[in-house]
């Protein structure tokens, strides 16, 4: 089955089928295929769905399109999603790198922003503060009780 949904790097820096729904969902790519019952669930919400690789994009290239996106879309974005495989290494940067784009656009409180995971074909909401937390392996550690090796 070939890939169908947009790639980010690719899409206008302001689209109009992104100011049109208002929603824009960021997928890691291989969400498209391996769980689209998952990605239709979100289309029916009237969501823009464009993917992202990081195996293929640097992340910058990515989150400096995406704070291009933020800034000039808005007037229009009510809300930014990121829809991943859970325990992915790559897809994980997806998340790290929304919370960045915001930071540094001053998007916070403007635009709405969520966050999920698909584990075992079930998509579980993680709080944008969990996020922020698994960027600090330091943080997790002193979270978590340690085992002697």
């Known amino acids: 089955m070939p890939y169908t949904v947009p790639k980010l790097i690719d899409c206008n820096a302001r ?3 992104i100011r049109a729904s208002g929603k824009l969902l960021i997928i890691g ?7 689209n019952d998952a990605l239709r669930e979100f289309l029916k919400k009237g969501y823009t769905v464009l993917s992202v690789c990081l195996e293929e994009e640097h992340i910058n290239m990515v989150g400096f399109k995406l ?3 933020l800034r000039r879309c808005r007037d229009f974005l009510k809300e930014v999603a990121v ?3 859970d325990g992915s290494p790559h897809c ?3 998340h790290f790198m929304v ?3 915001f930071k540094i656009t001053g998007m916070e409180g403007i635009i709405q922003r969520k966050h999920y995971v698909i584990v075992k074909g079930n998509v579980i909401e993680v709080p944008k503060e969990i996020v922020k937390i698994a960027r600090y392996l330091s943080k997790i550690s002193k979270l978590t009780p340690s085992k002697n090796t």
């Not at 790519?29 to 769980?35: L, M, P």
Request: hydrophobic content about 45%; some cysteine.
């Open 29 to 35: 790519r291989c969400v498209e295929i391996e769980h």
């Open 92 to 94: 994980v940067q997806l």
């Open 99 to 101: 919370e960045e784009a």
């Open 15 to 17: 689209s109009k089928a």
């Open 67 to 69: 704070a291009g996106i």
């Open 83 to 85: 829809l991943t495989i």
